[in-house]
């Protein structure tokens, strides 16, 4: 008797007929009549898919790999298997090399379950191939121009619903409430307000994002869609009839530039991923790069994946985020650095706390007499020498020299005790700081200010540099926590570490 594991699927538009139940009542039955033993199943439901990206499968096909106790993976049908020809094949060619052979209880395969080659089975097979490839194709068809035709008429096809609308009897309708709130969001983001700001404005009128607090990407994404102007593009058609205009196309183009103005980073014929190698994954601990990915209409996207997901491993849970809204919740924090009079003293205070230990060590000013006072040796030791009779021309020289670096010696002596005797005050580092930081470039202020960025689902975790320890983790740190009003899907944690 045979080991065998049963795989089945359950494809959502087939939901009528070949359910997963009868599907291993009948392999089941093939099973105990052909001396067949089932040590395992493998189950996929609701995987419409021409693909082997399916869970159950992978998993099957890695314990294929595991000399795991069975010889045998038996299906109802080979559609079951899979409906892409290739993969199928592929598939098959890896089971084969594991030992492991497919059957199906309901169709003639290639092979026997002796191993045995089935001559009428290997035709039979491609055309159950065949046919599972050309009616998943078929299918994909239909449904695309199902959906296109419902477009055309103007009806809601699925998906999210973005904030503002809501569908009844498959038209997509304004909800004026809602509405409102979309047209003030771009009101004052076309007269200067930041993402905070306008969130902080919502969050003390009590608004809501359909429940929950307002979240700086769903702002963007409120901010960036064509369809609040009743443009929606997909599969690189425009349709203009499924959703009314809620913002006045001026309004929305105004926004545009405003963004195209603030965005982070110069784009190049590629991009710039300004976090780099300063991101690291809140779960795994490996670092988050910068990725690229093309859509099927051409379009090239940019994001920050977690390197243990970037080699296909299963090891990190790490969902992928967009580049401009982690690059550009990252700046917004930065920035907030910078509007607010805490943080501004905390800063403050620190530096003036650096600029008093220089001033109480006084390194310049303390190498610069030492150089001095080494060159008055030097000329005193060329004097006594010339007192003793011992001149010559390389002595007159040297004593030239030496009278001329003194006299250079002084003048930067001079320079650096003025430098301390104006000091510079508290208030006039905070001036520096609210004015001038502005002035920088992302790239720079990026630069400068963020030393790393642990990121998770849910929560940006950001240690600023203002600070002359560098290390987050260091017992000797003093953290101190807030929460800002923006971040990524929740709540954004910025953790300035300061030495006291």
């Known amino acids: ?88 094949a592929v598939n098959k060619q890896k089971l ?46 239909k449904v695309s121009r199902g959906l296109q035709e419902n477009r055309n008429k103007g009806l809601f096809t699925g998906g999210n619903i973005p904030y503002g609308y809501r569908v009844v009897n498959k038209k997509v309708i304004v909800d004026e409430n809602e509405a409102d709130v979309v047209n003030e ?23 809501t994002h359909r429940g929950k607090k307002f979240l700086p990407n769903a702002l963007y994404n409120i901010l960036h869609n064509s369809k609040y102007i009743g443009k929606y593009e997909i599969h ?54 910068g990725d690229s990915g093309t859509s099927h209409t051409g379009a090239k996207h940019f994001f920050y994946k977690c390197s243990n997901k970037k080699r296909n491993t299963k090891n990190c849970k790490k969902q992928t985020v967009k580049q401009e809204v982690l690059e550009q919740t990252v700046l917004d924090m930065a920035m907030d650095l910078f509007t607010h009079k805490v943080n501004l003293d905390i800063i403050a205070d620190e530096i003036m706390r650096i600029h008093e230990k220089n001033r109480t060590e006084q390194s310049v000013l303390k190498l610069l007499k030492e150089d001095k006072a080494k060159a008055e040796k030097s000329l005193n030791n060329i004097l006594t020498a010339i007192e003793e009779g011992i001149i010559n021309t390389t002595t007159k020289n ?14 930067k002596i001079l320079v ?31 630069e ?15 240690w600023f540099n203002y600070s002359d320890r560098t290390n987050p983790d260091s017992p000797d740190t003093d ?6 009003q923006e971040n990524y899907k929740m709540t954004v944690t910025s953790r300035f570490v300061i030495a006291l």
């Open 398 to 411: 040297r004593m030239a020299e030496l009278e001329q670096r003194i006299d250079e010696l002084n003048g």
């Open 185 to 207: 969001i771009f009101t004052m983001y076309a007269n200067g307000y930041m993402a905070k700001d306008i969130i902080s404005h919502l969050e003390k009128r009590g608004i």
């Open 96 to 141: 084969k090399k594991n030992g492991k052979t497919l059957i199906s209880a309901t169709q003639r395969t290639s092979e026997n379950i002796d191993g045995t080659k089935n001559l009428d089975g290997i035709l039979l097979e491609n055309v159950y191939i065949g046919l599972a490839e050309y009616y998943s194709a078929e299918l994909s068809q």
């Open 1 to 88: 008797m045979k080991n065998a594991v049963i795989y089945a699927r359950y494809s959502s538009e087939r939901q009528n007929e070949q359910s997963i139940e009868s599907q291993l009542r009948v392999c089941n039955e093939y099973a105990q009549h052909n001396g067949l033993y089932v040590v395992d199943t493998y189950i996929d439901k609701a995987m419409t898919r021409t693909n082997d990206h399916r869970p159950s499968f992978q998993k099957m096909l890695a314990d294929s790999e595991k000399n795991k106790a069975f010889e045998i993976v038996l299906v109802y049908a080979i559609d079951r298997f899979g409906r892409n020809s290739i993969e199928i």
């Open 416 to 446: 650096e005790e003025s430098k301390l005797e104006n000091g510079i005050t508290k208030e006039e580092v905070m001036e520096y700081l609210t004015n001038s930081v502005r002035e920088l470039s992302p790239q720079v202020l990026i």
């Open 479 to 484: 953290s101190r926590d807030f929460i800002l």
């Open 236 to 289: 690189g058609k425009v349709y203009t009839n499924i959703y009314p205009p809620i913002v006045p196309l001026n309004t929305f183009e105004q926004v545009q530039r405003k963004i195209e103005h603030n965005r982070i980073g110069q784009v190049s014929k590629e991009t710039t991923f300004l976090l780099k190698g300063k991101v690291f994954c809140g779960y795994c601990g490996k670092a988050i790069n």
């Open 448 to 462: 400068v200010l963020v030393n790393r960025i642990e990121l998770y689902d849910n929560e940006i975790v950001v």
